[in-house]
């Protein structure tokens, strides 16, 4: 199928509140220019320097979604543009993309990634290193005026056993609903990143309200 028929068909199954990300890592721009043409507008790619080439290429009403692990020296090539990044896990992190952020007059959402995986390699926050972010940006809201924490992201262990899957999604979503009570200006979790390709629609029943859906749309990579 081509890559407009499969985004079509992904967009009518979803709920009104799942936002889909399109992720193009590595595909061409003549492939996401299929899909702009199909009418998506929020594309997903894991390398700075891959989306930076892209968004200088492409119309300007996108919105890029910096899905992968950010390292802190390079947040500047994004802070122009980049409209949410996904993978944020530490506070040094967050520092960064405020200051980065400060320069361009701009506020940049950041969901906090969650480490839910059973493997050892997979990034992000347990439970109370999120805990302990949150309640710093909370009392110390006068230093991070250009960031938004706007929701929480993981990813599940990458195995068949649905159980296992299941159990890590609704572990996050229990996550994310024990936080629902913060309101403020700068932490106020709305957005829950999870699922992919092969696990969007058992994360959708788990509570994701944004998945990141990449070769499902555009192919293998
Ligand atoms: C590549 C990637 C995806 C999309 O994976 P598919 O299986 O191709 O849908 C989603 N999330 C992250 C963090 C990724 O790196």
Known sequence: MSIKNNLLNIKSSLPEHVTLVAVSKTKPVTDLMEAYNAGQRIFGENKIQEMTEKWEQMPKDIQWHMIGHVQTNKVKFMAE???LIHGVDSLKLLHEINRQAQKHNRVIDCLLQIHIAEEETKFGLDENELNEI?????????GFKNIRIVGLMGMATFTDNQEQIKKEFLHLKSIFDANQNLKSEICNLKSLSMGMSG????????????IRVGSSIFGGR
């Open 134 to 142: 949150l309640n710093f940006v909370q009392n110390n809201e006068e």
């Open 81 to 83: 543009y980049v409209s």
């Open 199 to 210: 696990d969007y629609k058992l994360a959708i029943e788990c509570g994701s309200t944004m």
